[in-house]
């Protein structure tokens, strides 16, 4: 019974911090309505697969050790930070842009799915808080009294909510009725966007804890 009660815990924690706003979400949401459901579905999966990463890696107990050098977590934050500056710079270049009448018109360009890939795996590998939390989660998984099926049942769940959230979003804002919305408030949306990675960027740089 107090297995189950720490998994609910575990797994609800887990899925509000993966399905509340931030860069992932916001930037998948995006891509989604500009680019399409390939695009959102490539950028996620490479979201999933930096948070599963670090899932593995704490798994193995590297993530402890890391967590107790705060110097490399300092770079880690300064890292991501930038990084997600560099997408508020692209963003706001993108909602200054006036509208062009051929920017929604199929071009039959290729979208740059390994690109996508990698930004996914970028922003969330950036982020030092993905390290602690999933310490945190690791410290009732690798317990001295643990059950052997406690580990590979919190990564499952996590993993399955992970998939679940972000392809989510990647469905849901790439239907026809979203992408139309799009059209109407894009420069708008950028301008979120470009507030959304300046903010979490700053945050990451200057932070000190």
Same mark, same amino acid.
């Given at each position: 019974?107090?297995?189950?009660?720490?998994?609910?815990?575990?797994?609800?924690?887990y899925f509000?911090?993966?399905?509340?706003?931030?860069?992932?979400?916001?930037?998948?949401?995006?891509?989604?309505?500009?680019?399409?459901r390939?695009? !959102? *579905?490539?950028?996620?999966?490479g979201?999933?697969?930096?948070? +599963?990463?670090? &899932?593995?890696? %704490?798994?193995?107990? @590297? $993530?402890?050790?890391?967590?107790?050098?705060?110097?490399?977590?300092?770079?880690?934050?300064?890292?991501?930070?930038?990084?997600?500056?560099?997408?508020?710079?692209?963003?706001?270049?993108?909602?200054?842009?006036?509208?062009?009448?051929?920017?929604?018109?199929?071009?039959?360009?290729?979208?740059?799915?390994?690109?996508?890939f990698?930004q996914?795996?970028?922003?969330?590998?950036?982020?030092?808080?993905?390290?602690?939390?999933?310490?945190?989660?690791?410290?009732? !998984? *690798?317990?001295?009294?643990?059950?052997?099926?406690?580990?590979? +049942?919190?990564? &499952?769940?996590? %993993?399955?909510?992970? @998939? $679940?959230?972000?392809?989510?979003?990647?469905?849901?804002?790439?239907?026809?009725?979203?992408?139309?919305?799009?059209?109407?408030?894009?420069?708008?949306?950028?301008?979120?966007?470009?507030?959304?990675?300046?903010?979490?960027?700053?945050?990451?740089?200057?932070?000190?804890?």
């Amino acid at each position: 019974m107090a297995l189950s009660h720490e998994l609910i815990l575990i797994y609800t924690t887990y899925f509000v911090a993966t399905a509340s706003p931030g860069p992932s979400n916001m930037a998948i949401m995006g891509t989604a309505m500009k680019k399409g459901r390939g695009a !959102a *579905l490539a950028l996620a999966s490479g979201v999933i697969s930096g948070s +599963m990463m670090w &899932a593995l890696l %704490a798994a193995c107990g @590297v $993530l402890t050790v890391l967590a107790t050098f705060a110097q490399l977590l300092i770079v880690l934050k300064i890292g991501g930070g930038l990084y997600l500056l560099w997408l508020a710079f692209k963003a706001g270049k993108s909602a200054l842009r006036r509208p062009d009448a051929n920017e929604f018109s199929a071009s039959g360009d290729k979208v740059a799915f390994a690109r996508l890939f990698r930004q996914g795996i970028l922003m969330h590998v950036g982020n030092p808080k993905a390290i602690l939390t999933w310490v945190a989660i690791m410290s009732v !998984a *690798l317990k001295p009294d643990a059950a052997a099926s406690t580990l590979p +049942m919190i990564i &499952a769940g996590c %993993a399955t909510i992970c @998939v $679940l959230v972000f392809c989510g979003y990647a469905l849901l804002f790439s239907t026809a009725v979203m992408a139309a919305f799009y059209r109407r408030i894009r420069r708008g949306l950028d301008a979120l966007l470009a507030c959304c990675f300046a903010v979490a960027g700053l945050k990451l740089v200057f932070s000190r804890s």
